[in-house]
């Protein structure tokens, strides 16, 4: 990113899945930071990380750490951001969060860079990043709205175990190795055996059935779209792949369809790579979009039951697209559009 300024930047939740990724992704696209500060939990201050040669020393993450900070990029849970996020808003620190605690407040701007950037202009000093599924369906969604105008979808996820965290795919591989030696496979995080199984229950369920995942799907698609009435019926199911997750959406649209013009929205669309040749049997996988920046599409197909309909598969990592890179994408856009003004830049200029 060149001649963009450099920021003192923060991770909240450092050791975890999330933030791990978002560490090595800011040396591995070289985003310009003065200083870089790691923070977790009191349990975990006093590690140390080591990325590109450097080590950082892991500190508390405390109301006052946002003073001397331009960004802070929150990779945690919704109750410690909702605690720590006005601290830093106050301190003249933006917050770029990928929890849940703030997606669907009017004020706080639910944002996919390559779908509705224009929504940073309104924040207050918060921006939040989807959930994942959701991050990873836009991908294929969008392009087909822009092209045909979305007028409801179904979805079936296929969301793999790292989107619950390392305890998650720790216990997936300790039943996998446990089945290959004959042993017993014990369970901890999941309420079924996760290894050679799939689990129809992602997050808790709500008082009409469906889970708080298929329900982040439903409103986060509104309002990243901008469509308040969109009709969303999803099922969110977690399946023993470690990382990525991925979509099976039943979509209907208000004009006509085809595959050729999907095709060539897909292929046009800075989010997505379009990976859909059935005679020869190339259409997206998890593992072949894991650690990719964009969510492959595929299985492009006229839906049979619905009209103006189309079928389509996506797969995404969903600790990149649909977590870390996501925020790093916001933030690296606005540097570039001079949206962001370091602390450093604006006293010098007072």
Not at 305 to 333: P, T
Request: aromatic fraction near 8%; glycine fraction near 8%; include cysteine.
């Amino acid at each position: 990113m060149k001649n963009t300024p450099s920021c003192n930047i923060g991770i909240v939740g450092a050791t975890g899945a999330v933030g791990q990724e978002l560490l090595k992704l800011i040396f591995a696209r070289s985003f310009p930071f003065a200083s870089l500060q790691l923070f977790a939990s009191a349990r975990s201050a006093g590690k140390t990380i080591g990325v590109a040669g450097q080590k950082f020393t892991v500190a508390e993450a405390r109301p006052e750490i946002f003073e001397n900070l331009d960004i802070a990029f929150f990779a945690v849970d919704g109750a410690l951001t909702r605690s720590l996020a006005p601290h830093a808003v106050k301190a003249g620190c933006l917050v770029l969060d990928k929890s849940s605690a703030f997606r669907l407040q009017p004020d706080v701007p639910l944002v996919v860079p390559e779908i509705n950037f224009h929504a940073v202009r309104q924040h207050k000093g918060i921006i939040a990043s989807p959930n994942c599924s959701t991050a990873v369906a836009m991908m294929g969604l969008f392009p087909l709205h822009r092209a045909f105008g979305l007028k409801r979808y179904f979805v079936a996820t296929y969301q793999s175990v790292s989107g619950t965290g390392v305890e998650a795919v720790a216990e997936l591989d300790a039943q996998v190795r446990a089945y290959g030696r004959g042993e017993a496979l014990t369970k901890q995080v999941y309420p079924y055996q996760i290894a050679f199984n799939v689990i129809p229950q992602v997050d808790t369920f709500n008082a009409d059935g469906y889970t708080g995942e298929e329900s982040k799907m439903m409103l986060e698609s509104r309002k990243i779209l901008e469509l308040p009435a969109l009709k969303v019926s999803a099922t969110c199911v977690r399946v023993p792949v470690v990382r990525a997750h991925s979509a099976a959406i039943n979509a209907e649209f208000e004009r006509p369809v085809s595959v050729a013009a999907a095709h060539a929205a897909i292929a046009g669309f800075d989010g997505a790579q379009l990976v859909d040749d059935p005679a020869k049997t190339a259409y997206p996988t998890p593992l072949d979009f894991s650690e990719k920046e964009k969510c492959g599409v595929g299985r492009v197909r006229l839906d049979s039951a619905l009209d103006n309909g189309l079928s389509l598969w996506v797969s995404g990592d969903n600790l990149w697209k649909g977590a870390a890179l996501n925020s790093l994408q916001i933030a690296e856009r606005m540097l570039q559009e001079g949206l962001i003004r370091p602390k450093t830049a604006l006293a010098a200029s007072t």
